[in-house]
């Protein structure tokens, strides 16, 4: 979200070239540090762990990370926020009106409270609950470099839509938001306090009781079956899934 605050209002200050420059040195640099340099003797420990302690550290970094163990680890939302920045940039160039209906849609939400704030919840669940049901914990690789965390895929995606039509509406130079964002911070921080609260009593009280249940997921990748099975396990394996990611996407958007 705070990522797609600063898109565009960077872009039109500084110009293409600097903006790109910038996100070379904030995104592209730091990623290729972390993914090359501070990750590898992660997975080579990893690699002695598995028992297999015939390669040294460099023989290991050349011979196997290089080629067939690259992992982007934590750096991973460098590598993402650099490709839905790439990603924007083009739209607007290509599609300008979506950028400005997605600052309408942010204003829509602003000016209907209670609308929007259960349009941006709903969507956050969904977004959150199909992500968790589809990918688990799994890692979707984009480049040999990049893996993402798959149930983060398309929540970030839409947090990051949401931050750039936040800057399409120009809240930040509008008085009376800023004025209701000092008088009522302190609710939405108890709310979020009692959002997180409630999440992580969820999870960590359900935790062996299907709040993280994969058996969708195994039934995908398992070869599936027919539509009519793939309901049954949802309907057997999904609830207790939803709800939890159902009260994350209360926390999120707390």
């Not at 302690?53 to 590598?79: A, C, E, K, P």
């Not at 926020?81 to 939400?109: A, D, E, F, N, Q």
């Not at 959150?128 to 984009?142: A, D, E, M, R």
């Not at 004025?179 to 959002?195: I, P, S």
Request: with cysteine; aromatic share 22%; proline share 4%.
């Amino acid at each position: 979200f705070l990522a797609g605050i600063f898109v565009f209002p960077s872009l039109d200050r500084r110009g293409l070239a600097s903006f790109s420059l910038e996100k070379f040195y904030r995104l592209v640099i730091p990623y290729v540090v972390g993914v090359f340099i501070l990750v590898p003797p992660q997975t080579y420990g990893r690699y002695l762990a598995k028992g297999d302690g015939s390669l040294n550290f460099w023989d290991y970094y050349t011979q196997t990370y290089l080629w067939d163990d690259v992992w982007s680890s934590g750096f991973w939302f460098l590598g993402y926020l650099l490709i839905m920045t790439s990603g924007i940039v083009l739209l607007r160039s290509i599609w300008p009106t979506s950028i400005k209906l997605l600052g309408r849609l942010v204003s829509w939400m602003f000016e209907k409270p209670l609308k929007g704030y259960l349009f941006f919840f709903c969507l956050s669940a969904l977004c959150i609950g199909s992500g968790y049901l589809y990918w688990g914990p799994l890692w979707v690789k984009f480049f040999t470099s990049l893996s993402v965390r798959g149930e983060r895929l398309v929540e970030k995606i839409f947090y990051f839509s949401i931050g750039i039509g936040f800057a399409q509406a120009h809240f930040f130079s509008r008085p009376e938001f800023l004025q209701k964002l000092g008088t009522h911070w302190k609710k939405a921080f108890m709310l979020a306090l009692l959002a997180g609260v409630l999440y992580i009593s969820f999870a960590i009280n359900y935790f062996y009781d299907g709040a993280y249940n994969y058996e969708f997921l195994r039934f995908r990748l398992h070869g599936g079956g027919s539509f009519d099975q793939a309901l049954e396990v949802l309907k057997e394996s999904a609830p207790m899934v939803l709800c939890r990611t159902t009260l994350l996407a209360f926390f999120m958007t707390s």
